[in-house]
Protein backbone atom coordinates (compact mmCIF):
# COMPACT_ATOMS: atom_id res chain seq x y z
CA UNK A 1 0.00 0.00 0.00
CA UNK A 2 1.17 3.24 -0.52
CA UNK A 3 0.73 6.70 1.38
CA UNK A 4 0.37 10.28 0.08
CA UNK A 5 0.44 11.80 3.57
CA UNK A 6 -0.63 15.61 3.95
CA UNK A 7 1.87 17.73 2.91
CA UNK A 8 3.16 15.47 0.45
CA UNK A 9 1.54 15.01 -2.97
CA UNK A 10 2.59 18.10 -4.75
CA UNK A 11 1.14 18.13 -8.39
CA UNK A 12 3.52 20.74 -9.96
CA UNK A 13 6.49 20.65 -12.60
CA UNK A 14 8.86 22.08 -10.74
CA UNK A 15 10.35 23.19 -14.00
CA UNK A 16 14.36 22.47 -13.95
CA UNK A 17 15.42 23.35 -16.88
CA UNK A 18 13.07 26.55 -16.85
CA UNK A 19 14.13 27.94 -13.75
CA UNK A 20 17.60 27.86 -14.47
CA UNK A 21 16.61 30.76 -17.03
CA UNK A 22 16.46 34.11 -15.05
CA UNK A 23 15.10 35.81 -18.36
CA UNK A 24 12.30 33.52 -18.70
CA UNK A 25 11.49 33.56 -15.13
CA UNK A 26 10.76 37.34 -15.18
CA UNK A 27 8.97 36.28 -18.30
CA UNK A 28 6.64 33.97 -16.15
CA UNK A 29 6.02 36.64 -13.56
CA UNK A 30 4.63 39.14 -15.89
CA UNK A 31 2.27 36.75 -17.84
CA UNK A 32 -1.40 37.33 -17.23
CA UNK A 33 -1.84 33.95 -16.32
CA UNK A 34 0.54 33.58 -13.47
CA UNK A 35 -0.43 32.83 -10.14
CA UNK A 36 1.33 33.77 -7.14
CA UNK A 37 1.01 33.02 -3.29
CA UNK A 38 2.18 35.49 -0.56
CA UNK A 39 3.27 34.16 3.06
CA UNK A 40 3.56 36.74 5.46
CA UNK A 41 5.37 35.31 8.59
CA UNK A 42 5.60 32.06 6.84
CA UNK A 43 1.27 32.10 6.99
CA UNK A 44 -0.17 31.17 3.62
CA UNK A 45 -2.91 33.42 2.21
CA UNK A 46 -6.25 31.37 2.50
CA UNK A 47 -9.53 31.53 1.23
CA UNK A 48 -12.37 29.66 2.66
CA UNK A 49 -15.18 29.53 0.70
CA UNK A 50 -17.64 26.27 0.04
CA UNK A 51 -13.90 24.91 1.03
CA UNK A 52 -10.56 26.16 1.76
CA UNK A 53 -8.06 26.78 -0.83
CA UNK A 54 -4.29 28.51 -1.10
CA UNK A 55 -5.59 31.83 -2.50
CA UNK A 56 -3.30 32.70 -5.46
CA UNK A 57 -3.30 36.22 -6.56
CA UNK A 58 -1.63 37.71 -9.87
CA UNK A 59 1.28 40.07 -10.30
CA UNK A 60 0.34 43.34 -10.26
CA UNK A 61 1.14 43.22 -5.83
CA UNK A 62 4.48 42.70 -6.74
CA UNK A 63 5.53 46.60 -7.61
CA UNK A 64 4.75 47.52 -4.64
CA UNK A 65 6.71 45.22 -2.75
CA UNK A 66 10.21 46.80 -0.72
CA UNK A 67 13.54 44.99 -2.44
CA UNK A 68 14.30 43.49 1.15
CA UNK A 69 10.91 41.15 0.56
CA UNK A 70 13.67 38.91 -1.44
CA UNK A 71 11.41 38.42 -4.42
CA UNK A 72 8.85 35.80 -5.74
CA UNK A 73 10.37 32.12 -5.45
CA UNK A 74 9.33 30.06 -8.57
CA UNK A 75 7.35 26.87 -7.40
CA UNK A 76 6.46 25.18 -10.56
CA UNK A 77 4.09 24.64 -13.53
CA UNK A 78 0.24 22.81 -13.28
CA UNK A 79 -0.56 20.73 -16.22
CA UNK A 80 -1.84 23.46 -18.50
CA UNK A 81 1.27 25.05 -18.07
CA UNK A 82 0.31 28.08 -16.12
CA UNK A 83 3.04 29.29 -13.98
CA UNK A 84 3.20 29.27 -10.02
CA UNK A 85 5.20 31.29 -7.78
CA UNK A 86 5.48 31.99 -3.71
CA UNK A 87 6.83 35.16 -1.71
CA UNK A 88 7.47 35.75 1.33
CA UNK A 89 5.81 39.56 2.20
CA UNK A 90 7.08 39.30 6.07
CA UNK A 91 8.68 43.00 5.73
CA UNK A 92 5.23 44.77 4.61
CA UNK A 93 3.85 45.44 8.19
CA UNK A 94 0.07 45.22 7.58
CA UNK A 95 -0.56 42.68 5.06
CA UNK A 96 -4.54 43.05 4.70
CA UNK A 97 -4.22 44.95 1.75
CA UNK A 98 -2.57 42.22 -0.18
CA UNK A 99 -5.24 39.66 1.45
CA UNK A 100 -7.75 41.51 0.09
CA UNK A 101 -6.69 41.24 -3.78
CA UNK A 102 -8.17 37.93 -3.14
CA UNK A 103 -11.59 38.31 -1.88
CA UNK A 104 -12.58 36.33 1.52
CA UNK A 105 -9.00 35.23 1.90
CA UNK A 106 -6.62 35.93 5.30
CA UNK A 107 -3.21 34.93 6.51
CA UNK A 108 -3.68 31.81 8.28
CA UNK A 109 -0.84 29.55 9.97
CA UNK A 110 0.01 26.84 7.52
CA UNK A 111 -0.72 23.89 10.04
CA UNK A 112 -4.53 24.72 10.59
CA UNK A 113 -4.69 25.13 7.28
CA UNK A 114 -3.16 22.39 5.81
CA UNK A 115 -5.95 19.88 7.42
CA UNK A 116 -8.84 21.77 5.42
CA UNK A 117 -7.15 22.84 1.87
CA UNK A 118 -6.91 19.89 -0.64
CA UNK A 119 -4.10 17.34 -0.25
CA UNK A 120 -2.20 18.06 -3.44
CA UNK A 121 -2.51 22.00 -2.36
CA UNK A 122 -1.02 20.86 1.06
CA UNK A 123 1.89 19.39 -1.01
CA UNK A 124 2.32 23.05 -2.62
CA UNK A 125 2.28 24.41 0.90
CA UNK A 126 4.83 22.69 1.80
CA UNK A 127 6.95 23.23 -0.55
CA UNK A 128 6.20 27.04 -0.97
CA UNK A 129 6.65 27.34 2.98
CA UNK A 130 9.65 25.32 3.35
CA UNK A 131 11.54 27.34 0.45
CA UNK A 132 10.96 31.02 2.00
CA UNK A 133 11.86 29.72 5.32
CA UNK A 134 14.84 28.92 4.05
CA UNK A 135 15.68 32.00 2.15
CA UNK A 136 14.76 34.63 4.86
CA UNK A 137 17.39 32.38 6.94
CA UNK A 138 19.93 31.99 4.74
CA UNK A 139 20.27 35.37 3.54
CA UNK A 140 23.80 35.54 4.06
CA UNK A 141 27.28 33.38 2.41
CA UNK A 142 27.73 31.12 5.53
CA UNK A 143 31.89 30.74 3.91
CA UNK A 144 32.53 34.76 3.98
CA UNK A 145 29.33 36.55 4.92
CA UNK A 146 28.20 38.74 2.06
CA UNK A 147 24.68 38.84 0.97
CA UNK A 148 24.25 35.97 -1.59
CA UNK A 149 21.51 36.04 -4.22
CA UNK A 150 19.03 33.31 -5.16
CA UNK A 151 18.86 31.96 -7.80
CA UNK A 152 17.36 29.20 -9.93
CA UNK A 153 13.91 30.31 -8.88
CA UNK A 154 14.75 29.86 -5.25
CA UNK A 155 15.96 26.48 -5.48
CA UNK A 156 20.15 27.90 -4.93
CA UNK A 157 21.33 30.92 -3.37
CA UNK A 158 24.79 32.26 -4.50
CA UNK A 159 27.57 34.40 -3.10
CA UNK A 160 28.22 37.37 -5.38
CA UNK A 161 31.95 37.46 -3.57
CA UNK A 162 33.49 33.84 -3.03
CA UNK A 163 31.06 32.34 -5.88
CA UNK A 164 29.94 29.53 -2.78
CA UNK A 165 26.38 27.47 -3.93
CA UNK A 166 23.87 27.27 -1.10
CA UNK A 167 21.17 25.03 -1.71
CA UNK A 168 18.12 24.71 0.70
CA UNK A 169 17.81 22.19 3.06
CA UNK A 170 15.68 19.19 3.88
CA UNK A 171 16.14 17.24 7.23
CA UNK A 172 16.08 13.71 7.75
CA UNK A 173 14.01 12.71 10.47
CA UNK A 174 13.50 8.95 11.24
CA UNK A 175 10.30 8.35 12.87
CA UNK A 176 9.67 4.29 14.01
CA UNK A 177 7.06 2.27 15.67
CA UNK A 178 8.69 0.44 17.99
CA UNK A 179 7.53 -3.63 18.20
CA UNK A 180 7.67 -7.09 19.86
CA UNK A 181 5.07 -9.40 19.30
CA UNK A 182 1.42 -8.12 20.46
CA UNK A 183 2.68 -4.65 22.22
CA UNK A 184 4.33 -1.44 20.70
CA UNK A 185 5.84 1.59 22.12
CA UNK A 186 4.75 4.90 22.59
CA UNK A 187 6.39 7.94 23.95
CA UNK A 188 5.98 11.59 25.87
CA UNK A 189 8.40 13.97 25.39
CA UNK A 190 9.46 16.38 27.96
CA UNK A 191 7.68 18.83 25.97
CA UNK A 192 4.47 17.32 26.31
CA UNK A 193 4.69 16.26 30.04
CA UNK A 194 1.59 15.30 31.82
CA UNK A 195 -0.51 15.73 29.28
CA UNK A 196 -2.26 12.62 27.39
CA UNK A 197 -0.12 12.57 24.15
CA UNK A 198 1.73 9.72 23.25
CA UNK A 199 3.81 9.06 19.95
CA UNK A 200 5.99 6.95 17.42
CA UNK A 201 9.63 7.90 18.90
CA UNK A 202 11.52 10.37 16.48
CA UNK A 203 14.46 11.90 16.04
CA UNK A 204 17.55 13.48 13.41
CA UNK A 205 18.86 11.73 11.79
CA UNK A 206 22.87 12.23 12.10
CA UNK A 207 25.22 12.94 9.59
CA UNK A 208 26.77 9.50 8.20
CA UNK A 209 24.16 7.35 9.39
CA UNK A 210 21.96 5.09 7.18
CA UNK A 211 18.25 5.32 8.28
CA UNK A 212 18.30 1.95 9.99
CA UNK A 213 21.19 2.99 11.91
CA UNK A 214 19.35 6.39 13.03
CA UNK A 215 16.64 4.36 13.78
CA UNK A 216 18.63 1.98 16.06
CA UNK A 217 20.65 4.46 17.89
CA UNK A 218 17.33 7.23 18.38
CA UNK A 219 15.69 3.78 20.17
CA UNK A 220 18.26 3.36 22.23
CA UNK A 221 18.93 6.46 23.27
CA UNK A 222 15.26 7.34 23.92
CA UNK A 223 13.75 3.93 25.03
CA UNK A 224 16.89 2.04 26.12
CA UNK A 225 15.68 -0.78 23.79
CA UNK A 226 17.52 -2.70 21.22
CA UNK A 227 16.05 -3.02 17.67
CA UNK A 228 16.54 -5.64 15.11
CA UNK A 229 14.77 -5.70 11.60
CA UNK A 230 13.61 -2.16 10.59
CA UNK A 231 11.34 -1.62 7.66
CA UNK A 232 10.53 1.39 5.97
CA UNK A 233 6.70 2.37 5.60
CA UNK A 234 6.42 5.75 4.07
CA UNK A 235 7.97 9.32 4.29
CA UNK A 236 5.82 13.01 4.86
CA UNK A 237 7.58 16.61 4.35
CA UNK A 238 6.95 18.25 7.06
CA UNK A 239 7.33 21.70 6.49
CA UNK A 240 8.02 23.22 9.58
CA UNK A 241 10.28 24.27 8.96
CA UNK A 242 11.44 22.08 6.29
CA UNK A 243 12.27 18.08 7.62
CA UNK A 244 11.69 14.91 6.11
CA UNK A 245 9.72 12.52 8.29
CA UNK A 246 10.79 8.50 7.35
CA UNK A 247 8.26 6.20 8.73
CA UNK A 248 9.45 3.15 10.02
CA UNK A 249 8.70 0.13 11.57
CA UNK A 250 11.42 -1.43 13.93
CA UNK A 251 11.23 -4.88 16.13
CA UNK A 252 12.77 -4.48 19.49
CA UNK A 253 15.02 -7.59 20.45
CA UNK A 254 15.14 -6.20 24.24
CA UNK A 255 12.37 -5.54 26.47
CA UNK A 256 13.11 -3.72 29.32
CA UNK A 257 12.71 0.26 28.72
CA UNK A 258 15.21 2.40 30.32
CA UNK A 259 13.68 6.50 29.54
CA UNK A 260 15.81 8.90 28.48
CA UNK A 261 14.78 12.01 31.16
CA UNK A 262 16.63 14.06 29.37
CA UNK A 263 14.01 14.14 26.15
CA UNK A 264 11.27 11.91 27.51
CA UNK A 265 8.67 12.22 30.36
CA UNK A 266 7.30 8.74 29.58
CA UNK A 267 7.84 6.17 27.14
CA UNK A 268 5.72 2.53 27.74
CA UNK A 269 4.46 -0.84 25.71
CA UNK A 270 0.93 -0.84 24.98
CA UNK A 271 -0.99 -3.44 23.80
CA UNK A 272 -2.41 -3.67 20.36
CA UNK A 273 -5.74 -3.82 22.02
CA UNK A 274 -4.88 -0.51 24.07
CA UNK A 275 -3.53 1.09 20.33
CA UNK A 276 -6.62 0.43 18.48
CA UNK A 277 -8.89 1.84 21.28
CA UNK A 278 -6.66 5.34 20.86
CA UNK A 279 -6.92 5.16 17.42
CA UNK A 280 -10.58 5.27 18.20
CA UNK A 281 -9.83 8.06 20.75
CA UNK A 282 -11.31 5.21 23.17
CA UNK A 283 -8.26 4.72 25.43
CA UNK A 284 -8.24 6.46 28.92
CA UNK A 285 -5.51 8.69 29.85
CA UNK A 286 -3.96 8.33 26.00
CA UNK A 287 -4.12 10.55 22.87
CA UNK A 288 -2.57 9.79 19.69
CA UNK A 289 -1.08 11.88 17.32
CA UNK A 290 -4.85 12.13 14.18
CA UNK A 291 -4.35 11.60 10.45
CA UNK A 292 -2.01 14.70 9.78
CA UNK A 293 0.69 13.20 11.47
CA UNK A 294 2.59 10.11 9.85
CA UNK A 295 2.91 8.94 12.56
CA UNK A 296 -0.88 8.15 12.84
CA UNK A 297 -0.89 5.78 10.07
CA UNK A 298 2.71 3.97 11.64
CA UNK A 299 0.26 2.79 14.67
CA UNK A 300 -2.58 2.18 12.63
CA UNK A 301 -0.73 -0.18 10.17
CA UNK A 302 1.06 -1.77 12.63
CA UNK A 303 -2.34 -2.59 14.60
CA UNK A 304 -4.59 -3.17 11.88
CA UNK A 305 -1.90 -5.80 10.88
CA UNK A 306 -1.15 -3.78 7.59
CA UNK A 307 2.27 -2.87 7.87
CA UNK A 308 5.19 -4.27 6.00
CA UNK A 309 6.79 -6.46 8.77
ZN1 LIG B 1 30.75 33.93 -0.02
Redesign the pocket.
Known amino acids: MSYTHIFAGNPFDRGDQERRDEELLRQLLRQDNVRILPFHRLNPLVKRESQAELAWIGHDFLDGLPPEAGGPKFLGFDVARNPYFAVDISVVEDPSHIAALAPGAKFEDGRAAATDIPGDQSGILAQARSNLNWHSQHRF??????E?KSQRGGLMRQ??????QHFPRTDPVAIMLVYRGDKCVMGQTVARKNSTFYSCLAGFLDQGEAIEEGVRREVREEAGLEVGRVTYHSSQPWPFPSSLMIGCHAEAISEEIMVDQGEMSDVRWFTKDEVRLALEDRLEGVNIPGPIAIAHHLIKAWATGTANI
Open positions: CSVCGISCPSCKS
